[in-house]
């Protein structure tokens, strides 16, 4: 793993949005993994403003998006779908037809599980998959468990998630239970891995998944097998590595 240390959120969404672009510019129809949440926000309004200077092109990429509540239509101000839409996809010159999120209404979830993983494997794979991590170690949302999810599937929301994401909702009540989301295996087939970690919330997780044992009580801590994963986190995350 290489970890970026970076001062503050908006050096830690510079930095990120830097390998991004690169990657972009390295290969202009390359398949981006995106995710979700308050911590990819700031890379995407930086690769925004890069696209608004004229210094990128998005009208080659696909993208694919690591999850999406169960339940939740394009309309729904809380969905992913709606989230990517509004904080890059409308704001940049991407083909609509390119980008990919999975179907949280879909009325046969294996089904639309098994879509999703088949239809990320048409691509060729996933060039680079971005990632937060969250306060218990979860990516996308393969949250702890006995064992590491390999593809794509439906997921029971643990408490400390739905805490976690209950501030986007109008109570914990609106917060969905499941979530379609890829798999741990899908998400180790990416070529490349960048995680965006910031916040002193997040610096336990984070230790743990560097420097801790390899198990799914900790699903993050599985990026120490890939070969190419980017750490890219401020002060506070890395806060309580150790020296």
């Not at 088949?118 to 990516?139: A, K, T």
């Not at 909702?169 to 180790?188: E, K, L």
């Not at 995680?195 to 120490?224: M, R």
Request: aromatic content about 8%.
């Amino acid at each position: 793993m290489k970890i970026i240390r970076t001062r503050d959120y908006k050096d830690m969404s510079r930095k990120a949005a830097n390998l991004i672009s690169a990657q972009i510019l390295l290969k202009p129809d390359c398949v981006l993994g995106l995710a979700t949440g308050s911590s990819p926000i700031g890379t995407y309004d930086q690769l925004v403003e890069w696209y608004q200077k004229g210094d990128l092109d998005f009208k080659q990429v696909k993208t694919v998006n690591l999850d999406e509540y169960k339940g939740l239509n394009h309309e729904n101000d809380q969905s992913y779908y709606y989230f990517m839409h509004h904080h890059l996809f409308d704001r940049v010159n991407i083909n609509p037809a390119n980008t990919n999120v999975p179907n949280g209404m879909a009325e046969d979830g294996e089904a639309e599980c098994q879509r999703y993983e088949d239809f990320i494997g048409s691509l060729g794979g996933v060039d680079l998959q971005l990632l937060g991590l969250g306060r218990n170690g979860h990516i996308g949302f393969n949250e702890p468990a006995e064992s590491f999810a390999k593809m794509t599937h439906c997921v029971d929301l643990t408490e400390s998630t739905i805490e976690a994401n209950k501030r986007f909702f109008a109570s914990a009540d609106d917060v969905p239970r499941q979530a379609y989301t890829m798999g741990i295996g899908t998400i180790m087939k990416a070529d490349k891995i960048l995680v965006v970690v910031s916040g002193e919330d997040k610096a336990d997780a984070l230790a743990k998944t560097v420097y801790g044992e390899i198990t799914p009580e900790v699903p993050a801590s599985i990026l120490q097998l890939h070969k190419n994963v980017t750490i890219v986190a401020d002060e506070a995350a890395l806060s309580k590595m150790p020296k």
